[in-house]
Every structure is written in C-alpha cells, then in structure tokens.
Nanobody, 114 residues
C-alpha cells in the first residue's frame, strides 16, 4: 500500500503562484510514475503532469510553460510549481502514484481569484 498526502493548496490571486507537495509513504519502493491531476466543479478529472522515477515529464498542453513538476526520490515527494495562475486553474488537485496499481491522495483545493 502507498499513502499520499498533499499540501500547499490555497487561495491565490490570478497571476500568482503556488507550490503543491505530495509525500508518499508505505510501499514506496514499488512506485514508478507520480503525477498530478485536477478536477474542477462539474468537470471530469484531467491530467496536469506526470514524472517518471528517472525524471522524464509530460504535461497537459494548457499547463506547459506555467506548471513545473519535479520529484525528490530521496524524500519520496513530488512537487507541482504553478505560476501565472488563472481563474480556470481553480480545482481540487490530486496527487497520484503508480505502482502495481494507481494510488490517489485526498486532494488539495486550489482557488484562483480573478
């Protein structure tokens, strides 16, 4: 089993920045990819970014250039630096880890005021 705990969400003005963190515990040796998804009210959950154990990254097109995913394998933590935030970035952001199955965190709310 893998447990994921997100932190760093909150309220920010448009154009501002936030940094999300997600700490993994449990069977961390089994984790390959880690990433972030988000779900806005009334919308489906969508990919934000993923990062492999080796550091290769992939982003949703709308996040490229504004969001940066990174990973500290020694701390079993994945980060999401979000810059130039827009009102449409408002959502619950979920951390995910992929090992033998997909694990999800509880989510952290990000609210961007316009």
């Amino acid at each position: 089993q893998v447990q994921l705990v997100e932190s760093g969400g909150g309220l920010v003005q448009a154009g501002g920045s936030l940094r999300l963190s997600c700490a993994a515990s449990g069977s961390i040796f089994s984790i390959n990819d880690m990433g972030w998804y988000r779900q806005a009210p009334g919308k489906e959950r969508e990919l934000v970014a993923v990062i492999t154990r080796g550091g290769s990254t992939n982003y949703a097109d709308s996040m490229k250039g504004r969001f940066t995913i990174s990973r500290d394998n020694a701390k079993n933590t994945v980060y999401l630096q979000m810059n130039s935030l827009k009102a449409e970035d408002t959502a619950v952001y979920y951390c995910t880890a992929i090992s033998y199955r997909v694990y999800w965190g509880q989510g952290t709310q990000v609210t961007v005021s316009s």
